[in-house]
């Protein structure tokens, strides 16, 4: 047997704290709700029977690097989904997310990103990744979707809110 092919690699984990049950958590999750809580986010759906995250579905989005296509790899409602993304740098991205219940209707929100470098371009990408971007990255997200679910809560938002 030949020996096995071992492409730079980085793996990061966080587990984030919502406000919110994982069944409320969980369609925020999906390209198309993400618009509503994630400022700046945009995509463009490639396929998708319903329209929303499903397993198999295939969308894209644009930055200054150029386009990255996703693929959803897992769906679990309220428990667990799954991305595999190819991007423009080099790299192509696993990103494993799980739910779980808190006490008090929280959600733990364990997010697992492994990142491989595919090509030559890739490696100088993951070596120039630093800890403090990631925890950035993680915190924004999490503050964005706790912002989210507070709006909904407050007196100003309409009773026909998605989680309510």
Request: negative net charge.
């Amino acid at each position: 047997m030949d020996q096995a092919t071992l492409a730079p690699r980085l793996i990061r984990t966080f587990v984030q704290r919502i406000a919110a049950t994982p069944e409320q958590v969980f369609p925020l999750l999906c390209p198309e709700m993400e618009k509503r809580w994630l400022s700046g986010w945009d995509y463009r759906m490639i396929y998708s029977r319903t329209g929303v995250a499903e397993r198999g579905a295939v969308f894209e989005t644009s930055s200054a690097n150029g386009k990255t296509v996703w693929v959803v790899t897992e769906y679990d409602p309220a428990r667990r989904i799954g991305f595999v993304r190819w991007q423009p740098d080099g790299l192509v991205v696993q990103l494993e997310i799980s739910l779980g219940q808190h006490h008090n209707h929280e959600t733990a929100v364990s997010i697992s990103y492994t990142y491989t470098a595919i090509d030559e371009r890739g490696a100088p990408v993951l070596s120039a990744m630093d800890d403090k971007g990631w925890l950035e990255t993680m915190a924004h997200w999490e503050g964005s979707m706790n912002a989210w679910f507070a709006k909904q809560d407050s007196p100003q938002s309409s009773s026909s809110s998605p989680h309510r």
